[in-house]
């Protein structure tokens, strides 16, 4: 902008007006290049105190232990249902201890010793168990038996008549 001014009075013929137009100019340009040196400076000193002032902070993990399972033996490999109700633990017996989540045990079977790790299936009563030395892969169902206490409930028939109840939870 200042270069077109400066362009038009000297068309103009006001020769003397442009001489401290030139001067000016130089002030300005030489003002603006002390600034940006100085601008340049702060921002390459600022730079790594921002990136180091706005970086993602380290996350703090606490570890807190809901539970611990003493067992009577050796455990070879242990998981969890899906949705968290039991903890199954292979032992090197061959044994799988199935805990309830808050620790009691619920149940001891025997797998064979051959059995080497266990995986929970796509639902919580399936698990699979694999073998290196045999070769193979046992899909196992698991059927959990609940006690239902009927006690002083009312009943028609014989009360000593067996019941079975059956659940269908695999709809879709």
């Known amino acids: 902008m200042l270069a077109f001014l400066c362009n038009v009075l000297a068309k103009q013929g006001l020769k003397g007006v442009i001489r401290p137009l030139k001067g000016f100019r130089d002030i300005i340009t030489r003002i603006g290049k002390k600034l940006m040196k100085r601008i340049c400076v702060i921002f390459l000193i600022t730079l790594p105190i921002l990136m180091v002032w706005f970086a993602p902070s380290t996350a ?3 570890l807190n232990v809901a539970n611990t399972l003493n067992l009577k033996e ?5 998981a969890m249902s899906l949705n968290g109700k039991y903890i199954y633990v292979l032992t090197v017996k061959g044994e799988i201890l199935i805990y309830a989540s808050n620790g009691k045990l619920k149940e001891a079977i025997s797998v064979g010793e051959h059995v080497e790790s266990i995986k929970v299936g796509p639902r919580e009563d399936i698990l699979l168990l694999t073998s290196g030395k045999e070769k193979t892969v046992q899909i196992i169902i698991l059927d959990f038996i ?3 206490n009927i006690a002083g409930s009312p009943f028609k028939g014989n009360p000593d008549a067996p019941v079975v109840v059956a659940t269908f939870n695999d709809f879709q």
């Open 146 to 148: 609940q006690e239902i």
């Open 74 to 78: 050796t455990p070879r490999d242990t």
């Open 60 to 62: 703090t993990v606490e």
